[in-house]
């Protein structure tokens, strides 16, 4: 700005983040030539304190990665120690059972006991007799399907192997019969 003796201050250029400052090339067009877009002044500073930044995280990357990753570690120990505090405390500290309307039902009990009431309900459930049944089939049932999965996948592999066996003696003796047909055939 500039000014006189008795006049106000007169404005040559106002600069604002938006002025435009140059402008780079970003693509090209067979009939039009090469694309250009506008550089503006809140761009560059922004560019620049980017690359400021990473350059100073570059040159202190080792301490500032150390520094996160001990932060990180210390928060996922302290998390784990918080937690199997709660999950102690779940275990031992009284809870009274509810029905689905949150009402209560029985007496008090820990987390514990009705954990292992679950099991012993699942061990002792029968079978399912139809897909129809509701019930979860219980250990039984859990036992024979995987024991019918680990057999069946065990017998996959067994009777790929007889059926590469087999295949490999057919090929043998097929080249042995055709060796001996030729043999022949070339002799009369």
């Known amino acids: ?42 761009d560059m500073v922004v560019d620049a304190l980017v690359d400021r930044l990473a350059r100073d995280i570059k040159r202190d990357g080792d301490g500032l990665y150390g520094a996160v990753t001990k932060a990180r570690e210390a928060a996922t120990a302290a998390s784990r120690e918080e937690a199997a505090v709660l999950v ?46 509701e019930r979860k089939g ?12 680990a057999l ?3 017998l996959r592999d067994v009777m790929r192997d007889a059926r590469a066996q087999a295949a490999a003696v057919v090929k043998e003796r097929a080249s042995g019969l055709i060796a001996s047909v030729l043999e022949a055939e070339a002799k009369r």
Not at 2 to 31: C, H, K, M, Q
Not at 89 to 111: C, D
Not at 139 to 147: C, G, H, I, S, T
């Open 1 to 42: 700005m500039t000014s006189t003796e008795n006049s106000a201050p007169v404005t040559l250029f106002a600069v604002t983040w938006d002025t435009v400052i140059g402008s780079r090339e970003v693509g090209y067009d067979d009939e039009t030539g090469p694309q250009h877009e506008g550089i503006r002044l809140g």
């Open 138 to 149: 219980g250990f039984r049932a859990l036992v024979r399907e995987e024991v019918n999965t």
């Open 152 to 154: 069946t996948n065990e």
């Open 88 to 133: 102690r405390e779940a275990l031992v500290g009284e809870i009274r059972p509810t029905n689905h309307y949150g009402e209560p039902k029985g007496e008090p009990t820990t987390l514990r006991d009705l954990i292992r009431a679950d099991i012993q309900a699942y061990l002792g459930e029968p079978e399912r007799r139809s897909s129809y049944d």
